[in-house]
């Protein structure tokens, strides 16, 4: 009698690299907790300040409280996981632009004063642009179910995360958006899928 190893789907690969790297996340937030007493929180975006440009790298895996992490680790699976149906090259590429594209406009345009703008919300925010925006960019059959799913589930909280509130980094929401909605667009032109000029 034989066996034969089983390779790991698509889907097993994706919640494999989804799971890493939430478990990254926590794994730094525990760090940071416990071994720098929130001391990696200043290395988040400080807006128009040079010492806070290197934010724009680091913001996305540095979160608040533990509370904070909660909040943004099922919309990370879920929204990723979302993504990731177009594959673990696409989800990285999505990935990487939201968060530097959407990082550099929130540093360049988000209001100063003495904030630190943390979290992967920025992301979060760009996965939603980039899933709703596929729609109308790839205008594929897939890509037109999973907006009207995520803007049934996530759109109240969308129009919420652009309110301005203390606390709360709307901007790198805003920005992280638009950073998905024109990764979609880029993505659709360069697969001759868009009609959009």
């Known amino acids: 009698m034989t066996t034969e190893t089983r390779q790991p789907g698509a889907l097993e ?13 926590w794994v730094i937030e525990i760090l940071d907790t416990f071994a720098f007493s929130d001391g990696l929180e200043r290395h988040g975006i400080r807006p128009r300040a040079w010492s806070g440009l ?3 790298v680091w913001a996305p ?3 608040g409280t533990f509370g904070h992490l909660i909040s943004n680790t099922v919309p990370l699976l879920v929204l990723g996981g979302l993504v990731m149906t177009s594959g673990a090259i696409r989800w990285l590429q999505v990935t990487a632009i939201v968060a ?5 406009l929130t540093w360049l345009f988000a209001f100063s004063g003495n904030s630190i703008h943390i979290g992967a919300s920025g992301v979060i925010f760009g996965y939603l642009g980039y899933l709703l925006a596929s ?13 009207v799913i995520v803007g049934v ?3 109240g909280g969308l129009l919420v995360g652009f309110l301005p509130r203390p606390g709360i980094s709307w901007e790198g929401h805003l920005f992280g958006f638009l950073a998905g ?4 667009w880029a993505f659709g032109r360069r697969t001759g899928n ?4």
């Open 13 to 25: 690969r994706a919640a494999v690299i989804l799971g890493v790297l939430v478990a990254a996340l």
């Open 54 to 56: 290197d934010g724009v």
């Open 61 to 63: 895996f540095l979160h």
């Open 100 to 104: 530097l594209a959407g990082g550099l």
């Open 135 to 147: 729609a109308f960019f790839e205008r594929s059959i897939r890509a037109v179910v999973i907006a």
């Open 153 to 155: 589930v996530y759109g």
């Open 181 to 184: 909605v024109g990764t979609a």
């Open 194 to 197: 868009s009609n959009a000029a």
